[in-house]
Nanobody, 118 residues
Framework: QVQLVESGGGLVQPGGSLRLSCAAS????????MSWYRQAPGKQRELVAG???????NYADSVKGRFTISRDNAKNTVYLQMNSLKPEDTAVYYC????????????WGQGTQVTVSS
């Protein structure tokens, strides 16, 4: 049993900043990948940023230079610092934990709404 608890979503003005947090608990293997996805109304879910347990990161082109993903391995927590927010960043953001235990296992948070509007 794995649970992901997200926090930090809200309403911000264009150009503003927001930090999302996601804490994982349960039976978690030490080697895992954590990431943030988002889904805007009428659009496909997309990967925003990912980070491995070793600290390697990757970002969607649309957020490079504006968003920063980080993690605290001791707490199994991942963060997403979002700066210079744009209206097109508006979406429900989902935290993902992926583990490989013979097979791939994916766990998801409940989602948190981020709205960028003036």
């Amino acid at each position: 049993q794995v649970q992901l608890v997200e926090s930090g979503g809200g309403l911000v003005q264009p150009g503003g900043s927001l930090r999302l947090s996601c804490a994982a608990s349960g039976h978690i293997f030490n080697i895992n990948d954590m990431s943030w996805y988002r889904q805007a109304p009428g659009k496909q879910r997309e990967l925003v940023a990912g980070i491995t347990s070793a600290g390697s990161t990757n970002y969607a082109d649309s957020v490079k230079g504006r968003f920063t993903i980080s993690r605290d391995n001791a707490k199994n927590t991942v963060y997403l610092q979002m700066n210079s927010l744009k209206p097109e960043d508006t979406a429900v953001y989902y935290c993902n934990l992926r583990m490989y235990l013979g097979s791939r296992y994916d766990y998801w948070g409940q989602g948190t709404q981020v709205t960028v509007s003036s």
